[in-house]
């Protein structure tokens, strides 16, 4: 399966936070291509191990959470209107007039009203609006819609991943599916290089709420460097270029006190050596990626966060450059190959 | 399937063609007069095997609300202008479709993570959005879009819910719709069908049509404002889905005739068809030019309310599309018996 066919799978499909299951087979197939074993863990995440010719002496973490941010069900009001409240950060002026499914016991469509301009006063198109103020019409009433859904229930953005110019697409759950699309690229270019480290390629849950995944999934796995592969803020006019990184030019290579200095040196030469490109953005304390929790689980693990550039975080209509999925995906091939067990002392030394 | 095929067309104020073209495919056959005028309003002549009756003009205009591009930034940002009344809320976060080529782009917004506190309670100006087509320049993009072209909506049409229908640009494709199934029909009687052309942004197309047609008589056909989303007393809400077709009494542009409502609403009662009276001031539609233009002509318009139109998603109740065509297709025979 070419990469770009995976993401195009996984943006459409549907796992908010708490809620991946949905997505749990295409993955475990996607990633048991290339892996020696793939499990699924008690929590959910999904870990597969790829064995080096060091016999398990060195072993690398690689998290990408395959959560994303959407909507659960509160309440059914008497019109059959559902109310309901956000699973992670959303700007609640990106969802109106959206349509979206309600995973009940079946996927409902649903769309978010909007009040039409005519009935307006001057004033109100300056009012933004409160999420707890909209409702989701599914066109059923509240005596057939209650035997179909209940209050708990996810709800998804509705939408299809599309192609734009230059191999940019766009789709509502590139945060961080595309993380996830490239853990099964670099599997593939894993395939083509020998390395000696050991690779545990793991899609985790609840990165955009508790981090739960990546924490017992590094506390289960134990690694000696964990990394984090999840998406930057792709630059657009309206972002400084200080805390944004450009599309196309290879992933952002995090800075600050979540990374650590000496293999983040290393990865960085190793992207020199394979001319990878490589950006630079800086986070000066725990990162608000699956790499907070990786370095603090158990005694402590050097982290480092790959990030891939994207504009529009936590809209639906998140865009990437596929080039930045293939540019990590190298990276992260290129870097496992080139640690060695004899080696980790003097690359981990502060 | 028709209301699939007519609100999937792109058809903003002014760039009617797709849509235009459509109808003109769809009646073909059926009718025995089709001709396009001079501002583009496709007009349709349905004779009666005993001529000699009035003229019935029925009117549905092919227009719908969208964007159109007003400039290319240096990055490739496609700057854009509304293109008749949209709420600029409604815009974020949404694809969209460019040009005769239906080129994908995406208008987008600043990540959360990014803004200041609060920042969201701030509404986004028309000017601060941009559509993002994938290009990294400007001279990129220039070989893709041109300033000047129209933007549609990209929405899909579905059924769902209890037999409803979520599309774009109901508001009035609904009416096209209703008015091509009039059409087609094998009702005798003398109708001039006017599809017209840029009724959003100011009843452009109807007076011109109206005044080649002449007509004795008009009727309005629209997709009208819906809303309960709020608790509103009910004498607050313009219509409610799934109610039958709404009747106009007055809005911005028209004074619906009384006697001809009267005569509307008798119609209705005696087919034992639902209806409702829209209970709005608000809006207008093509009535407003079509009963003043020549000597005048009494008009009614007549309804499928619907929900959110004027934005990316619209949703209508099939109940109400059968009942508001058993209603035309009443007055149009009472029309021709020379009950009106």
């Not at chain 1, 197939?29 to 892996?35: E, R």
């Not at chain 1, 509240?142 to 697409?169: F, H, P, Q, Y």
């Not at chain 1, 020199?272 to 689980?297: F, H």
């Not at chain 2, 506190?117 to 220039?142: F, H, P, Q």
Request: hydrophobic share 40%; net charge negative; with cysteine.
């Amino acid at each position: 399966m070419e990469t770009k066919d995976l993401l195009e799978i996984l943006s459409n499909g549907n796992g908010v936070s708490g809620f991946e299951f949905n997505l749990k087979n295409e993955i475990i197939d996607a990633f048991g291509k290339y892996t020696d074993s793939v499990r699924l863990d008690r929590l959910g995440n999904i870990i597969a191990h790829k064995k080096g010719s060091g016999n398990g002496a060195v072993k690398i973490l690689m998290a990408a959470h395959m959560d994303e941010i959407g909507f659960m069900v509160t309440d059914i009001d008497k019109k059959g209107f559902i109310h309901f409240t956000n699973i992670g950060g959303i700007d609640p002026r990106t969802i109106l007039a959206q349509e979206v499914t309600i995973h009940g016991k079946e996927d409902i469509l649903g769309l978010i009203g909007s009040k039409p301009p005519h009935l307006q006063d001057q004033s109100e198109q300056e009012k933004s609006i409160k999420m707890e103020d909209m409702i989701i019409d599914t066109g059923f009433d509240k005596e057939a819609l209650s035997e179909l859904i209940s209050i708990g229930d996810s709800i998804t953005v509705n939408r299809k991943m599309i192609s734009l110019l230059n191999n940019r697409v766009s789709g509502k759950a590139m945060d961080d599916r595309a993380g996830v699309a490239a853990l099964f690229e670099t599997m593939k270019e894993l395939e083509k290089i020998n390395h000696h480290a050991d690779v545990y390629f793991v899609a985790t849950i609840q990165e955009e709420v508790t981090m739960a995944g990546a924490l017992t999934a590094t506390y289960g796995i134990n690694p000696d460097i964990g990394i984090a592969v999840d998406v930057g803020f792709g630059r657009t006019p309206e972002l400084n270029n200080s805390n944004s990184i450009e599309m196309g030019k290879g992933p952002g290579v995090l800075l600050g006190g979540n990374i650590h200095p000496g293999l983040r040196k290393r990865l960085v030469a190793v992207a020199g050596d394979y001319n990878v490109p490589v950006q630079t953005n800086v986070w000066p304390g725990p990162s608000g990626t699956d790499a907070r929790a990786i370095q603090i689980t158990r005694e402590g693990v050097p982290a480092l966060v790959l990030s891939i550039p994207l504009r529009y975080m936590h809209t639906s209509v998140e865009v990437l450059d596929l080039k930045d999925v293939s540019h990590t995906a190298k990276l992260l091939a290129f870097f496992s190959a080139s640690i060695e067990e004899n080696e980790m002392e003097g690359l981990l030394c502060f | 399937m028709l209301l699939k095929k007519l609100t999937e067309a792109s058809g903003v104020s002014g760039n009617e063609k797709e849509v235009r073209d459509l109808i003109k495919h769809t009646l073909e056959g059926y009718v025995d007069e089709i001709k396009t005028d001079r501002i583009g309003n496709l007009i349709v002549h349905k004779k009666e095997s005993n001529p000699g009756g009035k003229r019935l003009m029925i009117a549905a205009h092919m227009d719908e609300v969208g964007l159109l591009v007003k400039d290319i930034d240096s990055s490739g940002l496609l700057k854009f202008m509304p293109v008749g009344g949209i709420d600029k809320r409604v815009l974020v976060s949404k694809t969209v479709s460019i040009g005769e080529k239906k080129l994908p782009g995406v208008i987008g917004a600043k990540p959360i993570h990014l803004q200041k506190r609060n920042e969201w309670s701030k509404v986004l100006d028309m000017d601060d959005l941009y559509i993002d087509i994938g290009a990294t320049s400007k001279e990129e993009a220039e070989k893709h879009v041109s300033i000047g072209d129209y933007v549609a909506f990209d929405t899909s049409y579905m059924e769902m819910g209890n037999a409803t229908i979520k599309a774009k640009a109901l508001d009035d494709r609904v009416g096209c719709s209703l008015l091509i199934d009039i059409l087609k029909s094998d009702i005798d009687a003398e109708i001039y069908g006017a599809f017209t052309v840029m009724e959003e942004v100011g009843l452009v197309g109807a007076g011109p049509a109206a005044y080649q047609i002449k007509p004795d008589m008009a009727i309005v056909l629209e997709g009208t404002l819906c809303y309960e989303i709020e608790e509103l007393d009910s004498h607050q809400m313009p219509t409610l889905l799934g109610k039958g077709p709404a009747i106009s009494l007055i809005d911005r542009t028209t004074v619906y005739d009384r006697a001809l409502r009267d005569q509307v609403v008798k119609i209705a009662e005696k087919n034992d068809i639902p209806y409702q009276y829209r209970k709005t001031s608000m809006g207008g539609n093509d009535s407003g030019k079509i009963h003043i233009t020549g000597t005048g002509c009494t008009t009614t318009g007549i309804s499928v309310p619907t929900r959110y139109i004027h934005s990316p998603l619209s949703l209508i109740s099939k109940s109400d599309y059968d009942n508001t065509y058993k209603l035309v297709e009443a007055i149009v025979k009472e029309f021709e018996k020379g009950a009106i």
